[in-house]
């Protein structure tokens, strides 16, 4: 197994993205501490998944509530060695129609939460000597769509926090690995949310999938599959490194008017 007896924290592990990576660690044999805001769902997970795994809450704009995790995590799991923030939310609005408290909400979950996540992680990888962090980015923080003004800011805030981190992290010689995937339109509640205001879904899903080389949309089990390796010994000469997973179209010129 490639985590076996690792501690990991997740964030946003409740839904989506979180819950395929929790589920995928959990497989490799980690000892899982899912966080979320959402309690109910997150402790149904908790229990689906070996003893091994627990559920606390977390919100990740919260500095005591990073602290209480990590500490619930050290008394109960040992310290942490593996940390994901995938803690998200996303209201599309342009900028005429976005607002200061939709602008904040994402720069206090993305931006915020993933810089008091690796202050959090770091102290307690320090306390092992190793330790592997990977955000939850996307491809909207690389070439965001007019819809996305807030949640792109928000994403390439995050961006700038792993690799300020990384290079922190190298220079002090910590052994910590700090890395970003980056998945386009993945089937999660995230991206049914979008689905189900639209006034044709089917056709909105056609739309996302066209946007992809590959011609669909990603499931959480394939992003879960490259936080796996950036997680993993496999990966330990990566630092600083943004993981594409978007069936290609990064890799394509961004017609007018679409966005992931
Ligand atoms: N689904 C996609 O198409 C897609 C694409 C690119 C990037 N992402 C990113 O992947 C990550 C996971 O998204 P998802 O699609 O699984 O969404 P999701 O809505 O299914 O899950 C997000 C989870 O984050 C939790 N959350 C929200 N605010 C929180 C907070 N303040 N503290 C802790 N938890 C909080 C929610 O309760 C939820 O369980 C997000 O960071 C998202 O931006 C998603």
Redesign the pocket.
């Known amino acids: 197994m490639r985590l076996n007896n690792k501690v990991a924290l997740i964030?946003?592990a409740?839904?989506?993205?979180?819950e395929g990576i929790a589920r995928l660690f959990a497989a490799e044999g980690a000892r899982v501490l899912l966080?979320?805001?959402?309690d109910d769902?997150g402790h149904q997970l908790a229990k689906d998944l070996p003893a091994s795994c627990h559920y606390q809450h977390?919100?990740?704009?919260s500095m005591a509530d990073w602290r209480d995790a990590i500490a619930w995590a050290e008394a109960h799991l040992g310290p942490v060695e593996i940390m994901v923030n995938?803690?998200?939310?996303?209201f599309p609005a342009d900028i005429e129609t976005v607002d200061e408290s939709s602008w904040h909400r994402h720069m206090n979950?993305?931006g915020l939460?993933s810089m008091l996540g690796c202050k959090a992680a770091i102290e307690s990888m320090k306390k092992v000597g190793k330790g592997a962090i990977i955000n939850?980015s996307?491809?909207?923080s690389i070439r965001p769509g007019p819809l996305f003004v807030a949640y792109g800011a928000a994403k390439a805030a995050m961006d700038a926090v792993t690799k300020t981190v990384a290079l922190h992290c190298g220079e002090k010689g910590y052994n910590i690995r700090v890395n970003s995937v980056h998945?386009?339109?993945?089937r999660?509640?995230?991206?049914q949310q979008y689905l189900d205001s639209a006034a044709d879904p089917v056709a909105l899903e056609k739309i996302y999938a066209g946007m992809q080389p590959l011609g669909r949309i990603a499931e959480?089990s394939e992003i879960a599959a490259a936080v796996l390796f950036l997680a993993s010994d496999e990966a330990s000469f990566m630092t600083g490194h943004q993981m594409y997973v978007d069936g290609g179209v990064l890799a394509k010129p961004y017609p007018a008017g679409e966005g992931?």
Do not use: C, F, K, R
Request: net charge negative; aromatic share 0%.
């Open positions: 964030t946003g409740a839904s989506g993205i979180g966080t979320d805001i959402n769902a977390l919100d990740v704009s995938s803690a998200g939310v996303s979950v993305h939460g939850i996307s491809v909207e998945p386009a339109a993945t999660t509640p995230m991206v959480a992931a």
